[in-house]
Nanobody, 127 residues
Framework: QAQLVESGGGLVQPGGSLRLSCAAS????????VAWFRQVPGKEREGLSC????????HFSDSVKGRFTISSDSAKNTMYLQMNSLKPEDTATYYC????????????????????WGQGTQVTVSS
């Protein structure tokens, strides 16, 4: 079982940038999906992006497409979410997740596909 630890959250002004990191330890494979989600109290967890090893391009939700990018460093077993042009509505707790059984699925943004989750890191966008 993999363990995921997110870091990099914090307070940022609108228009600013943050890079979230997700360090994975334990079992991982090339045929898995790694994804980022976010959640605000009272709302469902929202899928933001998904990528699998060797993918030419990643999947993004409409809410973050063009502003966020996802990447991974296999040597460090770490994945990243680069967030640019942040808006107050991006304020949320951000989670990384792994679906160990498949590469990014057609329904990649559904949280229940993912078995392993990090503890979350808070991002607050405010002036």
């Amino acid at each position: 079982q993999a363990q995921l630890v997110e870091s990099g959250g914090g307070l940022v002004q609108p228009g600013g940038s943050l890079r979230l990191s997700c360090a994975a330890s334990g079992r991982t494979s090339k045929d898995e999906a790694v994804a980022w989600f976010r959640q605000v109290p009272g709302k469902e967890r929202e899928g933001l992006s998904c990528i699998s090893a060797g993918d030419i391009s990643a999947h993004f939700s409409d809410s973050v497409k063009g502003r966020f990018t996802i990447s991974s460093d296999s040597a460090k077993n770490t994945m990243y979410l680069q967030m640019n042009s942040l808006k107050p509505e991006d304020t949320a707790t951000y989670y990384c997740a792994i679906d160990p059984y498949a590469r990014c699925r057609t329904e990649w943004s559904l949280a229940w596909w993912y078995q392993w989750w990090g503890q979350g890191t808070q991002v607050t966008v405010s002036s």
